[in-house]
């Protein structure tokens, strides 16, 4: 069955940056396109990055634009959200979601806590 894994959250300082990590499973992963959404506490979900399945096409929400980057392995079935300049607001659970057949498939989230 579809499956996707996050990894790589953390509590990092302001201004660091943290890479996440998603391992898909279950379906021809170099097929699809690939989200990252967020959700931080008390406020619904956020759609902060997308990429085509050859990793030639991405998208940001505004809040992050210039700061984070999302990219593909196809060969490792993987894709990532590489967060730079990180600030509080950033602060969230992060999930990975495989958009298969028409069905949204989500990772049971990774959290990402920006504090000094």
């Known amino acids: 069955q579809v499956q996707v894994v996050e990894s790589g959250g953390g509590l990092v300082q302001p201004g660091r940056s943290l890479r996440l990590s998603c391992a898909a499973s279950g379906f021809t992963f170099s097929v699809y396109a690939m989200l990252w959404y967020r959700q931080a506490p008390g406020k619904g979900r956020e759609l902060v990055a997308t990429?085509?399945?050859?990793?030639?096409?991405?998208n940001y929400a505004d809040s992050v634009k210039g700061r984070f980057t999302i990219s593909r392995d196809n060969a490792k079935n993987t894709v990532y959200l590489q967060m730079n300049s990180l600030k509080p607001e950033d602060t969230a659970v992060y999930f990975c979601?495989?958009?298969?057949?028409?069905?949204?498939?989500w990772g049971q989230g990774t959290q990402v806590t920006v504090s000094s």
């Open positions: 990429i085509t399945s050859a990793g030639g096409s991405t």
């Open positions: 979601v495989a958009p298969v057949g028409g069905v949204l498939y």
